[in-house]
């Protein structure tokens, strides 16, 4: 049996590492948009979509969120339904709707790879192609349970060689 005081901090450790992540991408991700000419009218939806992402995540159960390891193929299934499960949550409150698209397509890739639709090349909205791009930055530039962080210049040649097939392409 796990002791209250376990769990609680358990639950406050992985809101700490997940607000931190957070954090960071919004404000990348809007600082980016702003650069890459993104009007000032659509950066506030930009900025609550980032904020938003994960929160998909929320139907997604700890013992795949806590993995220490890699997942396995039906694992990956489930966390890949994440961005499907934000939708759902989010679409039924009409001002966060122009924010809808980073949670809803962040995973997508260029060649359709991705998941949740398999959208490609423009199909994919260029707010969750940018939200995309320092998502993985973040992600690879971060301790995992599983892996160490990656060097920030590591991180960005990984990106540039993989834009071929990512959502990084404008």
Same mark, same amino acid.
């Given at each position: 049996?796990?002791?209250?005081?376990? @769990?609680?901090?358990?639950?406050?450790?992985? @809101? %700490?590492?997940?607000?931190?992540?957070?954090l960071?991408?919004? /404000?990348? %991700?809007?600082?980016? !948009?702003?650069?890459?000419?993104?009007?000032?009218?659509?950066?506030?939806?930009?900025?609550?979509?980032?904020?938003?992402? /994960?929160?998909?995540?929320?139907?997604?159960?700890d013992?795949?969120?806590?993995? =220490?390891?890699?997942? %396995?193929? @039906?694992?990956?299934?489930?966390?890949? %339904?994440?961005?499907?499960?934000? #939708?759902?949550?989010?679409?039924?409150? /009409?001002?966060?709707? !122009? !924010?809808?698209d980073?949670p809803?397509?962040?995973?997508?890739?260029? /060649?359709?790879?991705? #998941?949740?639709?398999?959208? !490609?090349g423009? @199909?994919?909205?260029?707010?969750?192609?940018?939200?995309?791009?320092?998502?993985?930055?973040?992600?690879?530039?971060?301790?995992?349970?599983?892996?160490?962080?990656? =060097?920030?210049?590591?991180?960005?040649d990984?990106?540039?060689?993989?834009?071929?097939?990512?959502?990084?392409?404008?």
């Open positions: 049996m796990t002791r209250p005081w376990k @769990a609680g901090r358990r639950c406050w450790i992985c @809101a %700490t590492i997940t607000e931190e992540h957070t960071r991408v919004v /404000d990348l %991700t809007v600082a980016l !948009a702003s650069r890459m000419g993104v009007p000032d009218a659509e950066l506030g939806h930009v900025r609550r979509g980032a904020l938003l992402h /994960d929160i998909g995540k929320m139907a997604i159960p013992a795949i969120l806590q993995k =220490p390891d890699v997942l %396995t193929e @039906a694992e990956k299934k489930i966390m890949q %339904t994440h961005p499907g499960k934000a #939708y759902q949550i989010l679409a039924r409150i /009409d001002y966060l709707t !122009a !924010a809808l980073i809803n397509c962040h995973h997508e890739k260029w /060649d359709g790879t991705g #998941y949740p639709h398999k959208l !490609a423009e @199909a994919i909205p260029l707010n969750a192609r940018i939200f995309a791009v320092i998502d993985v930055y973040d992600a690879l530039t971060s301790n995992r349970p599983y892996r160490s962080a990656w =060097p920030k210049q590591e991180a960005l990984y990106i540039r060689a993989q834009s071929a097939n990512t959502s990084t392409r404008r």
